[in-house]
């Protein structure tokens, strides 16, 4: 496709310009307690839909690249989608995790930074043999599952989620990361609620980020996130315990002797989540923090009696 003519200096600026005089996102940056820069924002979106690193993307700023037809309309498309508040990661399409960069729309959850650090406890606490398999329960867009797969030594990963639309999107991605890395464990997906569709499985490690939001914590929410995630993925019942005390009611039939359930946890519950696992019989139960310092995964083993 033929140049427009127009440099990406130029694009930049358009979509800069877009941003700023986005109320959405000045109500977004209030939320947030800091000044929205909206430069970062458009090299952010520029980035992810030229597909290029932001150091490349500053040199090709320093020589003014011309801009092809097809980029430039995708990012003055994006920049009016971010505009009304829609969050970055979906109006480019894609959002980072780990090592991976995944596909993601209003269908699924945005993968995020806290997330990661439950795959590498997740990992940490079965690096002592390879093999068994894993389990991610309320899969998304595969975040977990495809992290397990390509970084585990696991025979394989099962993945499972209530929603056909997420799935199929967590689905689109494993065949994308299969193409790229052919030594990934095979991961299968599987449609159902909690541990309903892991009958017969016997796990090295379950692993999951359910809903934990409170249905009354709705209105605290951020709207990037109230109004533009899947509700189904937010929130659960029973004050936002009802997936845990599933998970945990169950998961000692599904889990090898000393295997370990892994979970992202709300720090304003972590404790009561902790304190559940000790009374479902679970041992060396340990919360771990994140990185600004909040309780945010949850590790329990069963042990056989």
């Known amino acids: 496709m033929g140049d427009t003519g127009r440099l990406l200096r130029d694009v930049l600026d358009d979509a800069a ?3 700023s005089v986005s109320s959405a996102l000045v109500e977004e940056a209030g939320a947030n307690g800091a000044p929205i820069d909206v430069v970062r924002e458009a090299r952010w979106l520029l980035s992810a839909v030229m597909d290029v690193a932001p150091g490349e993307l500053g040199r090709l700023l320093l020589v003014n690249q011309p801009v092809s037809d097809q980029h430039a309309v995708k990012i003055e498309r994006a920049a009016r989608r971010r505009a009304t508040g829609e969050p970055m990661a979906y109006c480019v399409g894609t959002a980072p995790f780990r090592d991976l960069v995944l596909q993601v729309d209003r269908r699924v959850l945005i993968p995020r930074p806290e997330t990661e650090i439950v795959v590498g406890e997740a990992l940490r606490s079965t690096a002592g043999s390879p093999g068994g398999v894993a389990v991610d329960i309320g899969t998304g867009s595969g975040a977990i599952a495809l992290s397990l797969a390509t970084e585990g030594r696991f025979e394989r990963v ?3 989620d209530l929603s056909d639309d997420a799935l199929t999107v967590a689905t689109t991605n494993a ?3 299969a193409l790229a890395q052919p030594t990934a464990a095979p991961v299968e997906f599987r449609q159902g609620a909690d ?6 499985v016997l796990a090295r490690v379950i692993v999951s980020n359910p809903p934990y939001i409170a249905y009354s914590e709705a209105a605290a929410l951020p709207r990037s996130v109230r109004d533009w995630e899947p509700t189904v993925a937010l929130f659960a019942a029973d004050h936002g315990m ?13 889990l090898e002797p000393f295997g370990w359930v892994v979970f992202e946890v709300d720090a304003r519950r972590a404790q009561q989540i902790a304190t559940l696992a000790t009374t479902r019989g679970y041992q060396q ?6 990185l600004t310092g909040r309780e945010r995964v949850l590790l329990a083993q069963h042990v056989p009696a």
């Open 285 to 290: 139960v340990q919360v771990v923090r994140d």
């Open 175 to 177: 065949a994308q990361i």
């Open 17 to 19: 310009r877009l941003l």
């Open 242 to 254: 009802a997936r845990y005390e599933a998970i945990l009611a169950g998961a000692h039939e599904l």
């Open 195 to 200: 541990l309903a569709p892991l009958r017969g």
């Open 158 to 160: 099962i993945a499972t």
